[in-house]
């Protein structure tokens, strides 16, 4: 079956780096276009950045623009999200998520790991 599972998360001072990973199972991985989400308490989650399969990066929240930056390894079946100069409304819960075949939504989404962002 289908998994995806992140990694990475933590607490962190503002200015600081982290760097997320979501290994992938189930699928194959390279065929597949992947996404990084978050969901902050009390806010819609909001899509932070998406990737095609063959690595082209289809778009950046502009909240994140020049921050962060999504890559992938499809030998390793791995998904990433380097998450620098952090700041404290970067705190949420980041998932990764595969986007469908038919391009119209994400059908399957990992478990999501907590990034706090705190002095």
């Known amino acids: 079956q289908v998994q995806l599972v992140e990694s990475g998360g933590g607490l962190v001072q503002p200015g600081g780096s982290l760097r997320l990973s979501c290994a992938a199972s189930g699928f194959p991985f390279s065929g597949y276009a992947m996404g990084w989400h978050r969901q902050a308490p009390g806010k819609e989650r909001e899509l932070v950045a998406a990737?095609?399969?063959?690595?082209?990066?289809?778009n950046y929240a502009d909240s994140v623009k020049g921050r962060f930056t999504i890559s992938r390894d499809n030998a390793k079946n791995t998904l990433y999200l380097q998450m620098n100069s952090l700041k404290p409304e970067d705190t949420a819960v980041y998932y990764c998520?595969?986007?469908?075949?038919?391009?119209?939504?994400?059908?399957?989404w990992g478990q999501g790991t907590q990034v706090t962002v705190s002095s």
């Open positions: 990737m095609l399969s063959i690595g082209v990066v289809t």
């Open positions: 998520a595969r986007l469908s075949l038919s391009l119209r939504h994400y059908d399957y």
